[in-house]
């Protein structure tokens, strides 16, 4: 009965200062929790600050000693330039295999140089290759890669005369699913031999060398992120064999249709650069969008300044390249600060994966054969 009964005034007023109680009990809780909020943004800001200024601090320590030891380093009259290039060729390979690799791939990239010559293909040193034969004279130390631009009329003049003149050479086909590529590269017929050449096409425009060469890029990305959409449920990207994800460009169904899907992405890119057949034609030239991504992009590739050619020294033999000046260009914009020493290059000299490449007495014998090979050319 007492339940049914109105609460009395007292109780009703005693209600409401226990309830103003708690809310002030709780408004002054959330005050608490906002000053600690506050004051851990404001111990985030300072941590923050804190390793800007370390960072900083570090960055001024580093560029101090660099500045100290090049100084140094430098020959009285020496450029300062001059002095960095004459301590990068000091620097060598780091274990028999990967020397092995590097010996193979300049006899293989001689090769490649004297039949361009002797044919008179065009094409340039770029990426890696360019950057050791401008830094080093040589492969950079701790690198095998190869890597040359060819203009794709070229790269088909190219394989007419691999094919008719040149048996003891072929130019593979493949396309990777990870890197969402077409490799093309230049080898041996010796099916032991891992060297290679890594050709990258690019084609000659008429249009404006830097808006085609933006439009390039993204066409590229586009290609890239596409293809990996369109074919992500076939075997080529599902296996769990990595060697699947490398098939031949051949006659096989799925290389059909990635010739297609690529053919089918140049024309759309077509429709706002103005693709033209030769170099006579041409204002510059851009790069496939069949090739890995740059890095950086390096674009543009004026005709004026690239077909120009200055023979640059590798090894013992010379490669094409552009104009001292333009080289400097283009490794700017790919590597930024390309005579400065990389911060994992002790990490990149780590190439256990060689031992492997390189552990077949087949395969040591026709990486000899290649270096022998290549001791008759000029």
Same mark, same amino acid.
């Given at each position: 009965?007492?339940?049914?009964?109105?609460?009395?005034?007292?109780?009703?007023?005693?209600?409401?200062?226990?309830?103003?109680?708690?809310? *002030?009990?709780?408004?002054?809780?959330?005050?608490?929790? &906002?000053?600690?909020?506050?004051?851990?943004?404001?111990?985030?800001?300072?941590?923050?600050?804190?390793?800007?200024?370390?960072?900083?601090?570090?960055?001024?320590?580093?560029?101090? @000693? *660099?500045?100290?030891?090049?100084?140094?380093?430098?020959?009285?009259?020496?450029?300062?330039?001059?002095?960095?290039?004459?301590?990068?060729?000091?620097?060598?390979?780091?274990?028999?295999?990967?020397?092995?690799?590097?010996?193979?791939?300049?006899?293989?990239?001689?090769?490649?140089?004297?039949?361009?010559?002797?044919?008179?293909?065009?094409?340039?040193?770029?990426?890696?290759?360019?950057?050791?034969?401008?830094?080093?004279?040589?492969?950079?130390? %701790?690198?095998?890669?190869?890597?040359?631009?060819?203009?794709?009329? *070229?790269?088909?003049?190219?394989?007419?005369?691999?094919?008719?003149?040149?048996?003891?050479?072929?130019?593979?086909?493949? %396309?990777?699913?990870?890197?969402?590529?077409?490799?093309?590269?230049?080898?041996?017929?010796?099916?032991?031999?891992?060297?290679?050449?890594?050709? @990258?096409?690019?084609?000659?425009? &008429?249009?404006?060398?830097?808006?085609?060469?933006?439009?390039?890029?993204?066409?590229?990305?586009?290609?890239?992120?596409?293809?990996?959409?369109?074919?992500?449920?076939?075997? %080529?990207?599902?296996?769990?064999?990595?060697?699947?994800?490398?098939?031949?460009?051949?006659?096989?169904?799925?290389? *059909?249709?990635?010739?297609?899907?690529?053919?089918?992405?140049?024309?759309?890119?077509?429709?706002?650069?103005?693709?033209?057949?030769?170099?006579?034609?041409?204002?510059?030239?851009?790069?496939?969008?069949?090739?890995?991504?740059?890095?950086?992009?390096?674009?543009?590739?004026?005709?004026?300044?690239?077909?120009?050619?200055?023979?640059?020294?590798?090894?013992?033999?010379?490669?094409?390249?552009? &104009?001292?000046?333009?080289?400097?260009? @283009?490794?700017?914009?790919?590597?930024?600060? %390309?005579?400065?020493?990389?911060?994992?290059? @002790?990490?990149?000299?780590?190439?256990?994966?060689?031992?492997?490449?390189?552990?077949?007495?087949?395969?040591?014998?026709?990486?000899?054969?290649?270096?022998? &090979?290549?001791?008759?050319?000029?």
């Amino acid at each position: 009965m007492k339940k049914l009964l109105p609460v009395s005034s007292r109780s009703f007023h005693r209600h409401e200062e226990v309830s103003e109680a708690n809310q *002030q009990k709780l408004l002054h809780r959330l005050d608490e929790i &906002s000053n600690q909020i506050a004051g851990l943004h404001e111990s985030q800001d300072d941590i923050r600050n804190r390793v800007i200024w370390q960072d900083g601090e570090a960055n001024y320590r580093l560029e101090r @000693f *660099q500045y100290l030891f090049w100084q140094l380093y430098r020959h009285e009259g020496e450029s300062e330039e001059a002095a960095k290039i004459r301590f990068f060729h000091s620097l060598t390979p780091h274990g028999d295999n990967l020397m092995l690799m590097q010996d193979a791939g300049a006899a293989l990239l001689h090769h490649f140089a004297d039949i361009c010559k002797r044919n008179n293909l065009l094409y340039w040193a770029n990426g890696g290759t360019l950057l050791g034969a401008v830094r080093h004279g040589n492969f950079v130390p %701790w690198d095998d890669d190869i890597d040359v631009y060819m203009p794709s009329d *070229q790269l088909l003049k190219l394989k007419k005369i691999i094919t008719e003149q040149e048996p003891q050479f072929r130019i593979r086909v493949m %396309w990777d699913w990870i890197a969402a590529c077409r490799q093309i590269r230049f080898m041996t017929s010796d099916p032991n031999c891992p060297a290679f050449v890594d050709i @990258f096409p690019v084609y000659w425009v &008429s249009s404006n060398p830097q808006t085609s060469g933006d439009k390039a890029v993204q066409a590229r990305l586009d290609f890239q992120e596409k293809l990996w959409d369109t074919f992500a449920s076939t075997s %080529w990207a599902t296996s769990s064999n990595y060697d699947d994800h490398l098939i031949p460009d051949d006659d096989s169904p799925l290389a *059909q249709r990635l010739r297609e899907f690529l053919a089918a992405a140049q024309k759309k890119l077509g429709q706002s650069v103005t693709f033209v057949d030769s170099e006579q034609k041409a204002s510059g030239f851009v790069r496939g969008i069949e090739n890995i991504p740059e890095p950086h992009p390096a674009h543009p590739y004026p005709k004026k300044d690239w077909v120009d050619i200055h023979p640059i020294k590798f090894r013992d033999f010379t490669l094409s390249a552009p &104009s001292l000046d333009v080289t400097k260009t @283009f490794l700017e914009r790919t590597y930024g600060d %390309w005579l400065s020493l990389p911060r994992d290059m @002790f990490e990149m000299q780590n190439h256990r994966h060689f031992a492997s490449i390189t552990e077949s007495q087949e395969t040591r014998e026709s990486l000899t054969r290649l270096i022998d &090979s290549a001791q008759s050319l000029d």
